[in-house]
């Protein structure tokens, strides 16, 4: 079964960076499409951006040159590279894995999240 951890959150200022890891467990999981969302509070969860098993990435509009998705560790340990964080995304970020990018939104393995706050 894959397991997901997430780490990394904490408050930053406006125009600060922060680094989340999400580590998962699994045989297969380099095989996985692996990818973050957030949630804010009153608002819909929504893709940050994802990485397949090829290392392709897709980024949502509001991450494109500011955030960066990558694997390490022989594709065991998701990364999200945040840079130049406004307060609007301030948010739960959550790790996700499952074996197609298209059904990332409804996948069965989820981290239990890390809180992103930036002020």
């Known amino acids: 079964d894959v397991q997901l951890v997430e780490s990394g959150g904490g408050s930053v200022q406006v125009g600060g960076s922060l680094r989340l890891s999400c580590v998962a467990s699994?045989?297969?999981?380099?095989?996985?499409?692996m990818g973050w969302f957030r949630q804010a509070p009153g608002k819909e969860r929504e893709e940050v951006a994802h990485?397949?098993?090829?290392?392709?990435?897709r980024y949502a509009e509001f991450a494109k040159g500011r955030f960066t998705i990558s694997r390490e560790k022989d594709k065991s340990t998701l990364i999200l590279q945040m840079n130049s964080l406004k307060p609007e995304d301030t948010a739960m970020y959550y790790c996700?894995?499952?074996?197609?990018?298209?059904?990332?939104?409804?996948?069965?393995?989820w981290g239990q999240g890390t809180q992103v706050t930036v002020s």
């Open positions: 990485i397949d098993g090829d290392d392709t990435t």
């Open positions: 996700a894995a499952e074996f197609f990018c298209s059904s990332l939104g409804d996948a069965e393995h």
């Open positions: 699994g045989d297969t999981i380099g095989r996985y499409c």
